[in-house]
């Protein structure tokens, strides 16, 4: 059975600051990995998707890198900002025909002004 | 492009009735997935639809949860009776084909007394 994990539970930072999110997973045969934005009170918003081919995927300020083989991946964000403040999850697409997904418990960044 | 639509957005019920959520998905999306997240957790997967067929409902309390997908595109979730424990928000989501970017709803929030 698949485990995510994410490690910090939550992370308070000064704005400006670059910083990296933690995501692990225990079963490597998956077919991608997303990580997902959500605001208080909101549904899940998705940032990055890499397949299970890639190593890592670029939009704007955000970075995500995947290593299968190590069950690892991590989300980087640069130049932090107060808007950035949200709880980040991530989600193991698994290999197979329905490629449900399992998400972690996810991360609530706080970027201080 | 219109979003996943939810329906309601907040619910109060006693221990013991039912509750009905609704949701449509994004148009020509054929996946169709409910979520329940319960709060500091990540959303569980609760049923997952490719057009009107069940694709996995292997975590779905099936003596208390039911949902049903008529004719592939809106789907509701019911529960019946409820319990305290099943006091979480209610994520609808849609991809096409599954395994593609996931777009979430702002989720039913359940609250049971």
């Known amino acids: 059975k698949q485990e995510v994990t994410q490690i910090p539970a939550a992370l308070s930072v000064p704005e400006g600051e670059n910083l990296v999110l933690n995501c692990s997973f225990t079963d490597s045969a998956i077919y991608n990995l997303q990580w997902f934005r959500q605001d208080p009170g909101k549904g899940l918003t998705s940032l990055l998707l890499?397949?299970?081919?890639?190593r890592e995927q670029t939009s704007g300020r955000l970075n995500a890198s995947l290593d299968k083989s190590s069950g690892r991946s991590t989300l980087y964000i640069a130049a932090s900002q107060p808007g950035d403040s949200a709880t980040y999850l991530c989600?193991?697409?698994?290999?197979?025909?329905?490629?449900?997904?399992?998400f972690g418990s996810g991360t609530q960044l706080t970027v201080l002004p | 492009e219109a979003g996943v639509a939810q329906s309601p957005r907040y619910k109060i019920i006693e221990k013991r009735q039912s509750v009905a959520f609704w949701c449509n998905p994004i148009s020509g999306h054929a996946t169709l997935y409910w979520y329940q997240q319960i709060l500091g957790q990540g959303p569980k997967l609760l049923i997952q639809?490719?057009?009107?067929?069940?694709?996995?409902d292997s975590q779905l309390p099936k003596d208390r949860f039911s949902a049903e997908r008529l004719k592939g595109v809106d789907s509701t979730l019911k529960i019946q009776p409820a319990k305290l424990e099943d006091s979480a928000v209610y994520l609808c989501?849609?991809?096409?084909?599954?395994?593609?970017?996931?777009?979430f709803g702002e989720g039913s929030w359940l609250t049971v007394v």
């Open positions: 890499i397949q299970s081919s890639q």
């Open positions: 639809f490719q057009n009107n067929g069940v694709v996995d």
């Open positions: 989501a849609s991809s096409h084909p599954p395994g593609n970017t996931i777009y």
């Open positions: 989600a193991v697409g698994h290999s197979g025909s329905a490629r449900q997904l399992t």
